[in-house]
């Protein structure tokens, strides 16, 4: 059995598994450890499963202008420019770029992941 003394760092809780700011999309993103015979083990982001739309409460719309810019967007209704990939999530795009990529196309601004709107409250 390999020594691995990052994993055992990470098992101690001496290394936080994931130093991500609040407001990235990588924020409680696992951290995997690959391990093989005869190498250094190796740090590594575990999968990030997009959200479904179901997941996310709409709280308006927003339609594309030429010139707009996602960061710009973010920003404006979020009031974050890196929060950019919560509208990416929720309007079901891999790209930043093909949210504003088309004048006249709705953006939809929601609530974060899970947190349920007004018409969703119990």
């Known amino acids: 059995m390999m020594n691995d003394p990052l994993k055992a ?9 994931n130093t991500f700011p609040e ?6 993103t696992d951290i995997g450890i690959l391990v093989q015979d005869g190498r250094m083990p190796v740090a590594y982001l575990k999968r990030r499963f997009i959200p479904g ?8 719309e927003h339609t ?3 010139g707009d810019r996602v960061d710009n967007l973010a920003a404006q209704y979020l009031g974050d420019p890196e929060l950019y990939w919560r509208l990416c999530d929720a309007n ?4 930043p770029e093909e949210l504003t990529e088309r004048v ?3 953006v939809v601004i929601t609530l974060p992941e899970g947190v349920p709107g007004v018409t969703d409250a119990e």
């Not at 760092?9 to 598994?17: E, T």
């Not at 739309?53 to 308006?60: G, H, L, M, S």
């Not at 079901?92 to 790209?95: D, L, N, P, S, Y």
Request: aromatic letters at 6%; glycine letters at 12%.
């Open 64 to 66: 594309v202008a030429e």
């Open 53 to 60: 739309p179901e997941r996310f409460a709409v709280i308006q």
């Open 9 to 17: 760092l990470l098992d101690a809780g001496v290394l936080k598994a």
């Open 92 to 95: 079901g795009v891999m790209h």
């Open 23 to 28: 407001n990235s999309r990588y924020h409680g």
């Open 104 to 106: 006249g196309a709705k």
